[in-house]
């Protein structure tokens, strides 16, 4: 029977850029974590947004006891809520997709040239899927 220590899992780790620490076993789940955190905190907003956009919806075609100043304000704060909607959904939309790539041993790279995004930026933003150049690049546009 061995006692000796336990050899370092060999896991697969994630990327870094020159200069940057190696991430630990703990780092990278904890990476994971965030990620799915972040995507439940989203899906749950999501689904409160919708049911608010339910009743506003609800309230504007039945329009019973409304006067008309009051279904005014409503579409306005119905307009915001759509915006605010589809904001909530395409981060949700980028977490799925750092999340896939992340079981797919492909997260950490950037999508477009195919660099590691870094350490430091996925630990502030876990779902970049993009280095800071094409990121800057693509804001450019
Ligand atoms: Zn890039």
New binding site residues.
């Given amino acids: 029977m061995s006692t000796s220590k336990q050899p370092p899992a060999a896991g697969p780790g994630l990327p870094v850029l020159e200069g940057e620490e190696p991430w630990t076993d703990e780092e990278v789940v904890e990476q994971r974590a965030e990620l799915q955190d972040e995507l439940e905190r989203l899906e749950r907003r999501i689904a409160a947004t919708e049911a608010e956009l339910d009743s506003l919806m609800r309230g504007g075609t039945d329009g019973a006891g409304r006067d008309p100043a009051d279904v005014g304000s409503s579409n306005f704060e119905r307009d915001q809520e759509f915006s605010l909607a589809q904001n909530v959904r395409e981060m949700a939309e980028q977490l799925r997709l750092a999340i896939h790539l992340f079981d797919h041993g492909e997260y950490g790279y ?6 590691p995004i870094g350490k430091g930026r996925l630990q502030v933003f876990p779902r970049a899927t ?2 800071v ?2 990121k800057q690049r693509e804001e450019r546009r």
């Fill in positions: 950037c999508e477009v040239c195919g660099q993009l280095c150049t094409c």
